[in-house]
């Protein structure tokens, strides 16, 4: 089992940065690859970015350039910097632990871009 719980969402205006993080407890977080997604109002959970095993990253064309995942393995935790920020960006931002099928996720935590 892994409990997830994501932090450091908040209000932002245009063209700031955020930094969000998910602190895993439980066992064996490094063999897990950590995903950041998102939900905006009204729209479909879209993938936002991914980190495997062995810290190689992938990323959404609307988010690619701005934002970056990364993991410490000593801390478990993964964390996500959004800089750039733009007002589409605004979503619930969830975590997600995946070893092939079996998941996990975070409540997700609130990011809202607005002047």
């Known amino acids: 089992q892994v409990q997830l719980v994501e932090s450091g969402g908040g209000s932002v205006q245009p063209g700031g940065s955020l930094r969000l993080s998910c602190l895993a407890s439980?066992?064996?977080?490094?063999?897990?690859?950590m995903r950041w997604h998102r939900q905006a109002p009204g729209k479909q959970r879209e993938l936002v970015a991914t980190?495997?095993?062995?810290?190689?990253?992938n990323y959404a064309d609307t988010v690619k350039g701005r934002f970056t995942i990364s993991r410490d393995n000593a801390k478990n935790t993964v964390y996500l910097q959004m800089n750039s920020l733009k007002p589409e960006d605004t979503a619930v931002y969830y975590c997600?632990?995946?070893?092939?099928?079996?998941?996990?996720w975070g409540r997700g935590t609130q990011v809202t871009v607005s002047s």
């Open positions: 439980g066992s064996a977080f490094s063999i897990y690859e």
């Open positions: 980190i495997s095993r062995l810290a190689d990253t």
């Open positions: 997600n632990a995946q070893l092939s099928a079996i998941g996990y």
